[in-house]
Every structure is written in C-alpha cells, then in structure tokens.
C-alpha cells in the first residue's frame, strides 16, 4: 500500500486567534489515525497510509468549508510504500 504525505493551508488568516476552520482542520488531521503530523499556524503536514490520508483530506475540505474557510490549498505526493 502506497504512503502519501498532505501539506495544507486554511484561509482567511487570522494572526490574533485562530479561526474556526483551523480548529477544525487540526481536529479532523489529528484524529485520522496518521503518522507525522505537524501542525502550524501557517502551513500543516501529515503523512498515513494512503486510504487514511485520502479520509482525512476529504474529511479536512468538507469540514473546513462547512466552518467558514474561503480556501484550502493542499498538496498531495506519493512517498513510498507500505513498509518504506
């Protein structure tokens, strides 16, 4: 099974507090069950098996969206397999 790692970034940005849609988007990344997560006020990383990565990129733009975010860039890549 292959590996995938998701970078990805919320908007609008608030410097002052964190907006609703960043919550959600560190609670729905941090509960999908991946590995080397790396969460951060201005970008976010997470690396899992690829199905989980794929739940939880679908989960991250359903949520994010329905919380008030007006962008969500994401960038997925192909990092190895299972066992690597």
């Given at each position: 099974?292959?590996?995938?790692r ?52 679908d989960?991250?733009l ?11 860039s ?7 397999k299972?066992?690597e």
């Amino acid at each position: 099974m292959e590996r995938l790692r998701v970078e990805f970034t919320t908007e609008p940005f608030d410097l002052d507090e964190a907006p609703a849609h960043a919550v959600v988007a560190r609670e729905v990344i941090q509960g999908a069950g991946l590995d080397a997560v790396d969460v951060g006020p201005f970008g976010n990383t997470a690396e899992g098996r690829a199905e989980a990565v794929l739940s939880a990129v679908d989960a991250l733009l359903r949520r994010t969206l329905e919380a008030g975010a007006t962008r969500v860039s994401l960038q997925v890549n192909v990092i190895g397999k299972g066992g690597e």
